[in-house]
């Protein structure tokens, strides 16, 4: 079936430090590929998304390619800040918007 | 942005009694909502679809007469835990579909958290 697999956390930082999570999808078709992220006692925001091959999804100094080629879709960021601390998860959706979802990275960030 | 609330927060209960989890879109009508079951440091699993006006459509493996959901409304769904037993704790969190304009997105409720005694 479809899945998401992403990188196990959880991940500490300094303030500054470049931040990379790892994500791979199997998927039966060309499913849309998302991240969310779960700020501490929030709700899940969606962070960015790309909906086919070789889009670049970019959002709040993010940013995430959808690779087709290597079926996945890594999260980045160059310089993380005490406020990005939070679960980021990777997800996909096919064309009936079910989400499927990876089982979330635990990111702190230290000032 | 959108918001979506969850009713209640936190829930604790005896085992074999049910417990109502409402959803509500604050500032749009969704005429589809998701239902999702969180364990403890473990991926959201998709529990059943929400039509406004049409029965549920439920995932493989859950029980849709355990976990009844209705939603009667463009802005409210509810699901009901039934028969409760300590196995159903978890964390139950809920989307909302929103189709307005050119973006369709999904807002997410803050979860309710569920303990059966």
């Known amino acids: 079936g479809d899945s998401v697999t992403q990188m196990e956390g959880p991940v500490t930082l300094s303030e500054e430090a470049f931040l990379t999570i790892n994500c791979t999808y199997t998927a039966t078709g060309y499913p849309s590929l998302f991240w969310y992220v779960q700020y501490p006692g929030e709700g899940l925001q969606l962070l960015l998304k790309?909906?086919?091959?070789?889009d670049k999804g970019s959002n709040k100094g993010f940013e995430a390619t959808y690779r087709k080629e290597t079926t996945s879709f890594h999260l980045e960021k160059g310089s993380v800040q005490v406020s990005d601390s939070a679960v980021y998860f990777c997800?996909?959706?096919?064309?009936?918007?079910?989400?499927?979802f990876g089982a979330g990275t635990t990111v702190t960030v230290r000032a | 942005g959108a918001v979506v609330s969850q009713h209640p927060s936190r829930v604790i209960c005896k085992s074999g009694t049910s417990v109502k989890i409402e959803c509500r879109s604050l500032d749009f009508q969704a005429t589809t909502m998701f239902w999702y079951r969180q364990f403890p440091k473990q991926s959201l699993m998709l529990m059943a679809t929400?039509?406004?006006?049409?029965?549920?459509?439920?995932e493989q493996g859950v029980e849709k007469d355990k976990f009844l959901i209705n939603h009667a409304s463009l802005t409210l769904s509810t699901l009901t835990v039934t028969s409760a037993h300590p196995e159903d704790s978890s964390f139950y969190i809920c989307?909302?579909?929103?189709?307005?304009?050119?973006?369709?997105?999904?807002?997410f409720g803050p979860g309710t958290r569920l303990t059966v005694l």
């Open positions: 989307s909302a579909r929103d189709l307005k304009g050119s973006t369709d997105t999904q807002y």
């Open positions: 929400s039509n406004e006006g049409s029965k549920a459509t439920y």
């Open positions: 790309a909906t086919k091959a070789d």
């Open positions: 997800a996909l959706s096919l064309n009936d918007y079910k989400l499927s």
